[in-house]
T-cell receptor
Framework: DAGVIQSPRHEVTEMGQEVTLRCKPI?????LFWYRQTMMRGLELLIY????????DSGMPEDRFSAKMPNASFSTLKIQPSEPRDSAVYFC????????????FGSGTRLTVV | QQQVKQSPQSLIVQKGGISIINCAYENTAFDYFPWYQQFPGKGPALLIAIRPDVSEKKEGRFTISFNKSAKQFSLHIMDSQPGDSATYFC????????????FGRGTSLIVHP
């Protein structure tokens, strides 16, 4: 099991550009979560999916943020247009509803918007 | 609204010492309390967890102490090692549905050799 796979690991982009972060959850996990981590705000839940369906996106900070999960093995988080205040580490995590309450996090994408 | 308050924000301990991280919560519906460990460049990983029907849980050098009446719980790392240097997050979960944790702000632990 390769765990939760995120790409890219690092992304540097200019303000105003579109950014797409990618996540491959663990096979068989039916929940997928996107988090943002900053020094100021800690770990923030942005959105989560159950069986590929978005359940709660109340944590998405602005309409510039969008997330999709077209199938059980792939999800994207898109920021368009990006702003310097979006600079953070973005984590994807997955969990199976049948195997307890622990998440498995990916290694994250460090986004820098200049 | 910070539902889980974690302290201290940072902690420096000598090798062999005891590291103690404290968390407090307000929502009495929380019924599962995991701790996550995060190394630099990695995502948080589940370390140890406790349910409120017990007051203590120990796994190796890591112990969770739980005080239901005070709505507080803490992580104790005995015989702290440099390899324990990481950020630790406490969390609280309401069972049912998606089990989404409410995370504390994190504690950066440095263990000096």
């Amino acid at each position: 099991d390769a765990g939760v796979i995120q790409s890219p690991r690092h992304e540097v982009t200019e303000m105003g550009q579109e950014v797409t972060l990618r996540c491959k959850p663990i096979s068989g996990h039916d929940y997928l979560f996107w988090y943002r981590q900053t020094m100021m705000r800690g770990l923030e839940l942005l959105i989560y999916f159950n069986n590929n369906v978005p359940i709660d996106d109340s944590g998405m900070p602005e309409d510039r943020f969008s997330a999709k999960m077209p199938n059980a093995s792939f999800s994207t988080l898109k920021i368009q247009p990006s702003e310097p205040r979006d600079s953070a580490v973005y984590f994807c995590a997955s969990r199976s509803s049948g195997t307890g309450r622990g998440y498995t996090f990916g290694s994250g994408t460090r986004l820098t918007v200049v | 609204q910070q539902q889980v308050k974690q302290s201290p924000q940072s902690l420096i301990v000598q090798k062999g010492g005891i590291s103690i991280i404290n968390c407090a919560y307000e929502n009495t519906a929380f019924d599962y309390f995991p701790w996550y460990q995060q190394f630099p460049g990695k995502g948080p990983a589940l370390l140890i967890a406790i349910r409120p029907d017990v007051s203590e849980k120990k796994e190796g050098r890591f112990t969770i102490s739980f005080n239901k009446s005070a709505k507080q719980f803490s992580l104790h790392i005995m015989d702290s090692q440099p390899g324990d240097s990481a950020t630790y997050f406490c969390a609280a979960v309401v069972s049912g549905g998606s089990y989404i944790p409410t995370f504390g702000r994190g504690t950066s632990l440095i263990v000096h050799p």
